[in-house]
């Protein structure tokens, strides 16, 4: 190694290439390359290409552990245009307000929100200006700004941050740096606090600091004696920053902050898709009240190959339909369908019917439905165990993540509205993601819900009875779904009258030893799901301690918090 750096970067004409030396396990190194290679936001710098040369150990000194040399990580970006360091500094006082500060402090957020789920080794500990990313959309008349977050890496960048940029860094994580470890703790609110630094400074110039303050004095003191407001031309900017740093209050504070939802909306009108984008392939599939499209968009960033659900608005449908827009804005997170934008236009996109349609746009899933590759695949074979296990292990993730999260209740889980993606590393296990959120709902904690909604031979015995249920109902549900999957037969029969008679009855599905008994972890699972006592069914926590998904999920140190749900 040259140099005292840890992290060298090397300009080329149409990339940027990093090296970073230091001492690693290559099994955690191997997990952060993959957890990476899962990002796709077009608010994060991509990086890629990764490659790991272990240290090279000295024979004669292996077992005293000492190693010859470091080992070597590098890996590549694209080139970065400006950073928001520079583009201040040639702004009036050094300060963006406004409409400029809108549309960027609202981008910082849906990054920070993209990221925050996706592992503890991806967060954001520093939002200095120099490491985030702006660039002007091409085309854009005013000019249109896009940020990306770079340095999202605390293994590799925390070493690397200057004096000035660990001013941003909340005081929690300071704490951690000093100790000399990677600030890769459990500190779920660190994104937050260096948000609302990052908006302080666009807005002031300023850090919300006294003016002595120093590294030291934020980690020794209680941040109400450092605490110190600049004056704020926006009211309610100041009661964001002011709710963030002194209330702490959550991230689930930061959907309904009054600033922050002006800003996303309108960062999100000025970046909506038009029709023009989008050049139709084919129909990819058609149910009784929207038809999906494969197409290609022309975004700013080139072409993406998309899917696009399309329906027509009758009568009071809309209602529904924003209620699917607005659940599916929320969730960002590897095994639940992402939406990238949604409109409404006076025309199909295929054929001359007028009217007013709704579009929406989602990631395109080449896998087609985990129900299509059911039938395809093992039309009359059970679901082999690798590929039971993978589906439990992803719903599982998915599931979680809505009800945890966002407290989002799907109530309409089968496999139609499961969608698999090609996995290129790995061709033979798909994606998963949980899709159709258009009979979901969010609900309050504890909130009961009494709907009648869903697909019978699926339904949770409390929703085709009508009375009060809560997040069991997809538990249910899922537990029929991989019954079925299995045993190519609903839990509760396809006839309705039967279906019906079993519900009446509490009639539990048949086990046949020969189809389960080289997944009995998965058989008691199923088993604690299809339970018609709410009470007595499997909770998220019963789940959670169950020591087969113990093994399949392999979390045995994530923190979850139960009371949320």
């Not at 120093?214 to 941040?223: F, G, K, V």
């Not at 209620?323 to 934008?341: K, S, T």
């Not at 972890?521 to 998904?549: A, C, E, M, T």
Request: proline share 5%; with cysteine.
């Amino acid at each position: 190694m040259e140099g005292d750096s840890p992290l060298l970067v090397k300009y080329e004409r149409d990339r940027l290439l990093y090296t970073v030396y230091g001492l690693w396990d290559p099994v955690e190194i191997a997990k952060i390359i993959s957890i990476l290679e899962r990002i796709n936001s077009p608010y994060l710098l991509q990086y890629r290409n990764w490659r790991y040369q272990q240290p090279e150990y000295d024979d004669k000194k292996l077992f005293s552990k000492k190693l010859k040399s470091r080992g070597i990580l590098t890996f590549e970006s694209d080139l970065i245009p400006c950073t928001l360091d520079q583009f201040l500094q040639s702004e009036p006082n050094s300060i963006l307000n406004g409409d400029k500060a809108m549309s960027i402090i609202s981008q910082v957020w849906m990054a920070l929100n993209s990221i925050r789920n996706v592992s503890d080794y991806i967060k954001v500990y520093s939002l200095h200006p120099s490491n985030i990313v702006i660039s002007i959309i091409p085309g854009s008349n005013p000019p249109m700004y896009q940020i990306q977050l770079m340095n999202y890496i605390p293994l590799i960048f925390t070493q690397t941050f200057s004096l000035e940029q660990k001013m941003f860094i909340s005081p929690s994580q300071l704490k951690i740096l000093a100790k000399e470890g990677n600030g890769n703790n459990t500190d779920c609110k660190a994104d937050l606090f260096t948000f609302a630094l990052l908006i302080t400074k666009l807005w002031t110039g300023k850090l919300p600091y006294s003016p002595k303050v120093t590294l030291r004095s934020l980690i020794e003191n209680s941040i109400g004696q450092c605490i110190r407001f600049p004056e704020f031309k926006n009211p309610l900017v100041r009661r964001l920053v002011e709710m963030i740093l002194l209330k702490n209050v959550s991230w689930d504070y930061t959907y309904e902050d009054e600033y922050l939802k002006l800003a996303r909306k309108a960062t999100f009108l000025e970046f909506r898709s038009k029709p023009e984008d989008f050049e139709i392939i084919e129909s990819i599939g058609e149910g009784t009240s929207a038809v999906v499209y494969q197409a290609i968009q022309n975004t700013r960033r080139g072409e993406r190959v998309v899917a696009i659900k399309e329906m027509l608005i009758n009568g009071g449908e809309m209602e529904y339909i924003q209620n699917e827009v607005d659940i599916m804005a929320l969730c960002q997170h590897p095994n639940v369908i992402q939406m990238y934008d949604s409109f409404v236009q006076l025309k199909s996109f295929i054929g001359s019917q007028k009217g007013n349609y709704a579009e929406i746009i989602i990631e395109f899933c080449d896998g087609g439905t985990l129900q299509s590759f059911f039938e395809k695949s093992y039309p009359v074979d059970p679901f082999p165990d690798y590929l039971m296990i993978h589906t439990l292990s992803e719903i599982l993730k998915g599931l979680w993540y809505l009800h945890s999260e966002h407290h989002i209740v799907h109530r309409d889980l089968k496999p139609e509205n499961i969608l698999l993606k090609v996995d290129p590393n790995n061709p033979r296990i798909p994606l998963i993601k949980i899709a159709d959120f258009g009979l979901s709902k969010i609900v309050e904690n504890h909130q009961m819900m009494k709907s009648y909604v869903g697909t019978p031979v699926f339904m949770a015995p409390e929703v085709f009875n009508g009375v009060q249920y809560n997040y069991k109902c997809d538990l249910w549900s899922l537990g029929g779904l991989l019954y079925f999957l299995r045993t190519h037969t609903y839990p509760l029969s396809a006839n309705r009258q039967r279906f019906i008679e079993n519900i009446r009855h509490q009639v539990v599905p048949i086990y046949d030893d020969n189809v389960w008994k080289t997944i009995p972890g998965i058989k008691r699972i199923i088993k604690s799901l299809i339970v018609y006592n709410q009470d007595k069914r499997y909770s998220w926590r019963d789940i959670h301690n169950d020591p087969f998904v113990k093994q399949i999920l392999e979390e045995d140190r994530v923190v979850r918090d139960y009371s949320k749900l």
